[in-house]
Every structure is written in structure tokens, then in C-alpha cells.
């Protein structure tokens, strides 16, 4: 039936775009995943974070409503940033590729991108009149902020700060929840600190646990596509991956 509906005008491709919500008219909770893909993460930083992503989906898939609700948005970054889906999928639609090391740390790229998906995303669940969650914003990352040519961004530098602003005023207007978790020794916790908003300040993984990072995240996500939007939920504890 869905399948043969013409794909032609505006009108017919904003009206092709709402058939998932048809077919699955559920409450959406989306997540978007920045993912830190530069050189310094070669290695067994690369290959568990990608063993992490893996994870995610197929605890997500455990929960029947959990796996209907929850959507997945993942964006790698180094000297780009490049959206790995199309959007948000949801997690039975996930297909974790894998991602490779290279290049710079170019995260403000990759925060712009994640709020403009964002933005967009909410559009469609507004015009199909579909509820949703708040969004989360999870970055991930082992380094500091670099301009495409892998120039340090000083902490008062026009981009550095406009991202600061991005996060700092839509956690304010509650547009979305914005994580981040530095990862080895290197990575610059004052930077995450200042991009982050006081009362939910950066964290740091211990050691190389992603797979218990990424167990955290499907839990949360379960947790929260179990409740009643704009309910608090209490997320689980973080000592199986953080070093607080």
C-alpha cells in the first residue's frame, strides 16, 4: 500500500517521509552519538569503540519498546565530520559500520551537524504530530578542538565559543541533554568542561570500558523510552565506566 505512493513533488516527498510514523506511531527517543574517529584514537580505542556501537543496538534490541522508540543518530569526526546514518534510524535499522582513525579533531563541526539533525528531526515528529523525548547529545572523544587543518582552538576563538553557546543555550531552552566523556590521557577535560553546562559536567571513561560506556547508554535509553515523556527518570549508576 505505502509502497506505491508517488515520490514526485514536495508535497508527495514530505508526505513519503511521514510513512514510518504510520507504520510505527510510537513516542520517539532520540539519541545522537558524536564519535571522536582522528589518529589518536587508532588502535584498541578505535576497535572498542566500534565493538561499543555494536553493543548499543543489540541491547536496545532486547526491549521490545525500547526498540521501537529509540532512534540512533551517529556522526564521526576527525578532519570532518560526516553523519555515519542517514538521520536517525531506529536501532533495528542501525547497521554499525566501521569506523577508522585518521586525521584531526574537528568536534565543533560535528556539534553543529548534531544540532541541525536534531532540529530537523523534531520538525518531522511535530508535523506527523508523533511525541518525543528530549534528545541526547553524547560525544565522545580522546583529544582537544581543532579547526579542519588541525589548529588548536583557543577557548575564546569565535568557533570555540559558538559551540559553547550551541550547547549552553539549547540545554538552557531544553532542546536537547548534552553529554560528554573524554577518554585516555591526553584528552583536554577543560575544554569538555566549558562546552558542557555546570550541572552536568564531563566525565571520563576509565580505561578503555566503552562496552560498559555504550551498556550505560542502552540502559538509560530503555529507561527512559519506558516512561511517560517529561517524567524524571534516575539514570543508572556510572561507576562501571567512569573514573568519578
Known amino acids: 500500500m505505502y509502497e506505491q505512493l508517488p515520490y514526485k513533488s514536495e508535497s508527495d516527498k514530505k508526505q513519503y517521509s511521514l510513512i514510518e510514523f504510520v507504520e510505527n506511531p510510537e513516542p520517539r527517543c532520540p539519541y545522537i552519538i558524536l564519535v571522536d574517529s582522528s589518529s589518536s584514537m587508532y588502535g584498541e580505542p578505535i576497535q572498542e569503540l566500534n565493538n561499543g556501537l555494536k553493543l548499543f543496538k543489540q541491547e536496545l534490541l532486547k526491549n521490545e519498546l525500547a526498540s521501537k522508540r529509540v ?24 547497521n554499525p559500520t566501521n569506523i577508522e582513525a585518521d586525521g584531526v579533531t574537528n ?18 515528529y511535530k508535523s506527523a504530530g508523533v511525541f518525543y523525548y528530549r534528545p541526547w547529545i553524547v560525544l565522545i572523544t580522546d583529544g582537544s578542538p581543532t579547526d579542519q587543518e588541525g589548529n588548536p582552538l583557543e577557548y575564546d576563538s569565535r568557533a570555540f565559543r559558538e559551540i559553547v553557546d550551541i550547547v549552553h543555550n539549547g540545554a538552557h531552552e531544553k532542546k536537547f541533554s548534552f553529554f560528554a566523556i573524554g577518554v585516555g ?19 571520563k571513561l576509565s580505561g578503555m570500558k566503552f562496552s560498559e560506556l555504550f551498556k550505560w547508554l542502552a540502559d538509560s535509553a530503555t529507561s527512559r523510552s519506558s516512561s511517560t515523556i517529561g517524567e524524571t527518570v534516575a539514570l543508572p549508576p556510572i561507576d562501571g565506566w567512569s573514573e568519578d
Open 71 to 94: 532512534e540512533l543518530g551517529v556522526i564521526a569526526f576527525d578532519t570532518d565530520a560526516r553523519p555515519l546514518t542517514e538521520g536517525f534510524v531506529s536501532a533495528r535499522e542501525y
Open 185 to 203: 590521557d591526553d584528552v583536554d577535560m577543560e575544554a569538555l568542561s566549558q562546552i558542557c553546562t555546570p550541572n552536568r559536567p564531563p566525565k
Open 107 to 124: 568536534m565543533c563541526d560535528a556539534i553543529k551537524k548534531a544540532y541541525e539533525i536534531i532540529e530537523a528531526r523534531k520538525s518531522q
